[in-house]
């Protein structure tokens, strides 16, 4: 309970909970005003069954007297008003106690979420090499959620109920102790029992919960992002199938746990309700109605409370325990000490641009989870304001060290560094701020041109300028505005779908050309181009040679053959440098590039008329 407690706490925003001492105090106060609205029908009964209490109670005729009264009908009526306002007051103080706690909780909710992303956007790019997108989205939107529905708002009510029915059994301990502890006992006993023999299926399913959950949202997202491969393959019933499993397993065990909380409060009512008859009985038997009626009122009124708090208690509890792996599950992602969090939400860093080179110096890179060596003892010059071409066959770790030298990846030994400047959590956004990369497959957001060229920008921010020249750059500005209907202001579409290939990478070039880097970074950037458009495109990023580092993965060989020096990557390793000329003629492996024997890259054309030439 314990360690739940601590987990709960863990999840509220840290600025808020001071706010939680507040929340107890009221519920304080309120289990206090609403006991003595249960007490408060004694007196009133005791005098209702026999005036003759006035006398024979010393505090009720204390009270007769010091208020000045001079009939009991009146004061009577006087016991039964201040009964009803207490009674009242406290109703009302717990509806604005749930008020309070419901308002407070789902605040968090918004705080949770929030303080989630914030962390998810601040790991390094190694920690979405391992995390599935659709499974982040999911507990982003949907688990934290589900942890502040279901887990820290039933447990600031079952603090709430808590107090009410502690407060509560003080009470009739107090008027009647061993008939008090005997109807608590009776009722903690039951529902004790029950949870006892449900505490381990309820965690087993509330993990199993959190499972389906995560099961149908990336089968979900995968359905969607690839509807077209699925679609032509026909697989849209295994999909179906692969969704319907988990989705019913889901809905199962929510409707399970609904199920089981609810059920003891049926059985519990029938018994109270017997157990009020023999009380009756009992209380009669004992010393006739006059003793009786003060108590069998107290009880009827605290039973309506009590009853309801004990069920509240109950199902809470089983609620906490089925929901608690959703709360696990955002706490092992909020765990900032678990990742390091290097990248800083400076909005402009200054960047860092290099004067003399790039240098890679004995760098290795494992990726996570796997034993071998993707780069191994890397040693690369690339001084400032050279063109320098990077050539391999598929898996010889191009990507990779482009990777690294962006910055998204750590060497697991060895340094980057900018001039002497190593590459470190310190300088990392300022490196990034240098540089304009377009990658092998460009991501689009479903907004405008203008807003993909610049973005993440809001528009108001947007240098239209800046975006015409990068597209003019690009080879696209002459497509918008011929072929598009609201030209840069034309909605694209979910990842660019109403484009074609060539127009997307295009877009992505554009969007690298928009800072105006001093770095470009070309990864296989031009591979779904037509020969036309690339060699204009080329020819662009050619024209900039001289004023800026340019680094070209390419697949087509041709592609790098202006390069002033051409890397060649084989197993992870530089196995042969120089320019085209020099390779051409001396270089084995690049010789069995260019004529393709070596495995060549996805998509490469035939080889053999580079090497003739
Ligand atoms: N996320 C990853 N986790 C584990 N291994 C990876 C990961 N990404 C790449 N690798 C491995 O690292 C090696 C280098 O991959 P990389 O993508 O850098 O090659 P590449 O030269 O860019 O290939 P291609 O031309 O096909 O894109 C490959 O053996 C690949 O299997």
Same mark, same amino acid.
């Given at each position: 309970m314990l360690q739940t407690a601590k987990k709960l706490y863990a999840l509220l925003h840290p600025g808020d909970r001071s706010k939680v001492i507040l929340l107890i105090l009221l519920m304080i106060v309120t289990a206090f005003v609403q006991t003595a609205g249960v007490a408060s029908i004694m007196p009133f009964l005791a005098v209702l069954s026999d005036p003759g209490m006035i006398e024979a109670k010393p505090w009720l005729s204390h009270a007769y007297n010091s208020l000045g009264f001079s009939s009991s009908t009146a004061f009577l009526q006087f016991l039964g008003i201040a009964a009803f306002i207490v009674f009242v007051t406290g109703t009302a103080l717990q509806a604005f106690t749930q008020w309070a706690v419901t308002r407070y909780s789902s605040l968090q909710q918004y705080h949770l979420s929030y303080r989630l992303m914030d962390e998810y956007l601040r790991r390094p790019y190694e920690f979405y090499l391992l995390r599935n997108s659709g499974d982040l989205s999911k507990t982003v939107l949907q688990e934290t959620g589900q942890a502040v529905a279901t887990a820290l708002l039933p447990a600031m009510r079952l603090l709430s109920y808590t107090l009410l029915a502690v407060s509560v059994v003080t009470l009739l301990i107090v008027v009647e102790p061993w008939l008090a502890l005997g109807v608590a006992t009776g009722l903690g006993a039951a529902y004790g029992t029950i949870?006892?023999?449900?505490?381990?299926?309820?965690?087993?399913? /509330?993990?199993?919960?959190?499972? $389906? @959950?995560?099961?149908?949202?990336?089968?979900?997202?995968?359905?969607?992002?690839? $509807?077209?491969?699925?679609?032509?393959? *026909?697989?849209?019933?295994?999909?179906?199938?692969?969704?319907? @499993?988990?989705?019913?397993?889901? %809905?199962?065990?929510?409707?399970? =746990?609904?199920?089981?909380?609810?059920?003891?409060?049926? +059985?519990?009512? *029938? $018994?109270?309700?017997?157990? =009020?008859?023999?009380?009756?009985?009992?209380?009669?038997?004992?010393?006739?109605?006059?003793?009786?009626?003060? &108590?069998?009122? &107290?009880? /009827? #009124? +605290? *039973?309506?409370? #009590?009853?309801? %708090?004990?069920?509240? !208690?109950?199902?809470? !509890?089983? =609620?906490?325990?089925?929901?608690?792996?959703? =709360?696990?599950?955002?706490?092992?992602?909020?765990?900032?000490?678990?990742?390091?969090?290097?990248?800083?939400?400076?909005?402009?860093?200054?960047?860092? @641009?290099?004067?003399? %080179? !790039?240098?890679?110096?004995?760098?290795?890179?494992?990726?996570?989870?796997?034993?071998? %060596?993707?780069?191994?003892?890397? @040693? !690369?010059?690339?001084?400032?304001?050279t063109t320098i071409g990077l050539v391999g066959s598929s898996g010889a770790g191009k990507s990779t060290l482009v990777d690294l030298i962006l910055g998204l990846l750590k060497p697991e030994s060895g340094e980057v560094r900018i001039d002497d400047t190593v590459l470190g959590p310190a300088n990392i956004r300022n490196w990034q701020a240098t540089l304009g990369y377009v990658p092998q497959s460009i991501f689009l957001a479903d907004q405008s041109i203008a807003a993909n060229i610049a973005l993440g920008l809001p528009a108001d921010r947007i240098d239209r300028q800046a975006v015409e020249r990068a597209a003019r750059l690009a080879n696209l500005h002459d497509f918008v505005t011929q072929e598009l209907p609201e030209g840069y202001d034309t909605i694209i579409g979910e990842r660019g779908v109403r484009l074609s290939g060539g127009q997307r990478q295009r877009i992505g070039i554009a969007r690298a050309l928009y800072r105006d880097p001093s770095v470009l970074i070309f990864d296989e950037a031009t591979s779904a181009l037509d020969n036309t458009t690339e060699r204009a495109v080329m020819e662009a990023i050619h024209n900039l040679s001289g004023s800026k580092t340019i680094i070209l993965v390419a697949h087509r060989l041709t592609t790098v053959q202006s390069c002033d020096r051409i890397l060649v990557l084989h197993e992870g390793k530089i196995v042969e440098q120089g320019n085209w000329e020099s390779l051409i003629s001396q270089g084995r492996i690049f010789q069995r590039l260019a004529t393709g024997a070596l495995g060549a890259a996805h998509g490469q054309e035939p080889h053999a008329s580079a090497a003739e030439r």
């Open positions: 949870y006892l023999l449900s505490k381990q299926w309820l965690s087993r399913i /509330g993990k199993d919960r959190v499972a $389906a @959950n995560r099961e149908r949202f990336t089968t979900a997202s995968e359905a969607f992002a690839g $509807a077209k491969e699925i679609r032509l393959l *026909g697989r849209e019933r295994n999909y179906l199938e692969r969704f319907g @499993n988990p989705s019913r397993r889901f %809905a199962m065990h929510q409707a399970n =746990v609904t199920l089981l909380s609810n059920l003891p409060q049926y +059985a519990i009512e *029938g $018994a109270a309700f017997g157990g =009020v008859l023999l009380l009756v009985l009992y209380l009669m038997s004992d010393g006739g109605i006059a003793t009786a009626l003060p &108590l069998i009122g &107290l009880y /009827g #009124l +605290a *039973g309506k409370q #009590l009853i309801p %708090a004990f069920q509240k !208690i109950f199902s809470t !509890i089983a =609620v906490l325990r089925f929901n608690m792996p959703a =709360v696990d599950a955002v706490l092992e992602d909020l765990d900032t000490t678990a990742t390091p969090s290097p990248a800083q939400f400076e909005p402009d860093p200054t960047p860092l @641009n290099p004067q003399c %080179a !790039i240098v890679l110096q004995d760098v290795t890179y494992r990726y996570p989870e796997t034993d071998k %060596a993707a780069l191994e003892d890397l @040693n !690369i010059n690339i001084p400032v304001n």
